[in-house]
């Protein structure tokens, strides 16, 4: 079964930064995209960043230049470094695991919260 844990999420002023990292186990990680979404109180889920099992990165218009999606394939962790927060950053940002032959996998959520 696979699990996504997140971590980093909490309470920044605008224009700061946070990272948040997610720990995939019960998949074989190095062969997966990962993706980071989104949601904000009342709005859809929304894609935030992607990045393929190659390295290959995919942002939302909306975060392009601002955040960086990577992954350490040796620790089963992917990480969203993100910079220059904005108050419409504010949402919960869920892990989500492409995971081949197998459902789609999400995390619990982190809440970033990015006070004016």
């Known amino acids: 079964q696979v699990q996504l844990v997140e971590s980093g999420g909490g309470l920044v002023q605008a224009g700061g930064s946070l990272r948040l990292s997610c720990v995939a186990s019960g998949s074989i990680f190095r062969i997966n995209a990962m993706d980071w979404y989104r949601q904000a109180p009342g709005k859809q889920r929304e894609l935030v960043a992607s990045?393929?099992?190659?390295?290959?990165?995919h942002y939302a218009v909306s975060v392009e230049g601002r955040f960086t999606i990577s992954r350490d394939n040796a620790k089963n962790t992917v990480f969203l470094q993100m910079s220059s927060l904005k108050p419409e950053d504010t949402a919960v940002y869920y892990c989500?695991?492409?995971?081949?032959?197998?459902?789609?996998?999400w995390g619990q959520g982190t809440q970033v919260t990015v006070s004016s």
């Open positions: 990045i393929t099992w190659g390295g290959s990165t």
């Open positions: 989500g695991e492409q995971v081949r032959f197998a459902p789609y996998a």
